[in-house]
């Protein structure tokens, strides 16, 4: 099993790493032919309107959609879960999200670069909370709850779904590559193998 990491922009070292340390095989994506060469992904944070450019420019965007509505597995992390919303508010006009998880998210919904903070956040499925950390976080204001497009909510904060599950989709506001706490790379990687 390989998995791969969306590596257009942002942090995706990161979450390399945190793959690798679990003994994961993983892969760089930038290219259609390495995406063909995995069998799961994450799509890591960042800027997402930039990485929405990237998509375009680098040929991902409909070998990704298709992937994924197939049934890739995909753990989605702050931009990364902007990227795959049915709809994006405060975004920029050209941004055209994948639509494949049934949120809208408003992008900086918590506000300002200074305004990034770290909760513990209560996980579904994990004992001990989570250290959730926020930076420039996209805020879910909607959750699809129609059968077929169903998102699961795994946990909230303050009230707010902040981590969400969608099919084999795992969408996060928060970036748990950076909180030093492998759990949710874990379970990703639960799902593939
Ligand atoms: N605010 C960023 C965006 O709109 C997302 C921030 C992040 O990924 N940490 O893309």
């Given at each position: 099993m390989k998995v791969g990491v969306?590596?257009?922009?942002?942090a995706f070292r990161e979450h390399a790493e945190a793959l690798d340390a679990l003994g994961a095989d993983v892969a760089l994506v930038r290219v259609p032919e390495q995406l063909a060469g995995v069998d799961a992904i994450v799509l890591p944070g960042g800027e997402s309107t930039t990485q929405d450019k990237l998509l375009d420019t680098s040929e991902l965007r409909a070998p990704l959609t298709d992937a994924l509505s197939g049934g890739m597995p995909c753990l989605a992390t702050c931009a990364g879960l902007i990227l795959l919303a049915t709809e994006v508010l405060d975004?920029?006009?050209?941004q055209r999200p994948l639509?494949?998880?049934d949120v809208s998210v408003r992008r900086n919904g918590y506000g300002r670069q200074v305004m990034s903070f770290e909760a513990p956040l209560t996980v579904a499925g994990l004992d001990a909370p989570f250290p959730g950390v926020f930076i420039r976080a996209p805020r879910i204001e909607r959750v699809g709850t129609e059968r077929g497009g169903a998102v699961t909510v795994l946990a909230e904060h303050e009230g707010v779904a902040v981590l969400v599950q969608s099919g084999a989709i795992t969408g996060a506001c928060f970036h748990p590559e950076l909180a030093g706490d492998l759990r949710l790379h874990e379970r990703f990687l639960s799902q593939v193998r």
């Amino acid at each position: 099993m390989k998995v791969g990491v969306l590596a257009l922009q942002g942090a995706f070292r990161e979450h390399a790493e945190a793959l690798d340390a679990l003994g994961a095989d993983v892969a760089l994506v930038r290219v259609p032919e390495q995406l063909a060469g995995v069998d799961a992904i994450v799509l890591p944070g960042g800027e997402s309107t930039t990485q929405d450019k990237l998509l375009d420019t680098s040929e991902l965007r409909a070998p990704l959609t298709d992937a994924l509505s197939g049934g890739m597995p995909c753990l989605a992390t702050c931009a990364g879960l902007i990227l795959l919303a049915t709809e994006v508010l405060d975004g920029r006009a050209d941004q055209r999200p994948l639509g494949l998880v049934d949120v809208s998210v408003r992008r900086n919904g918590y506000g300002r670069q200074v305004m990034s903070f770290e909760a513990p956040l209560t996980v579904a499925g994990l004992d001990a909370p989570f250290p959730g950390v926020f930076i420039r976080a996209p805020r879910i204001e909607r959750v699809g709850t129609e059968r077929g497009g169903a998102v699961t909510v795994l946990a909230e904060h303050e009230g707010v779904a902040v981590l969400v599950q969608s099919g084999a989709i795992t969408g996060a506001c928060f970036h748990p590559e950076l909180a030093g706490d492998l759990r949710l790379h874990e379970r990703f990687l639960s799902q593939v193998r």
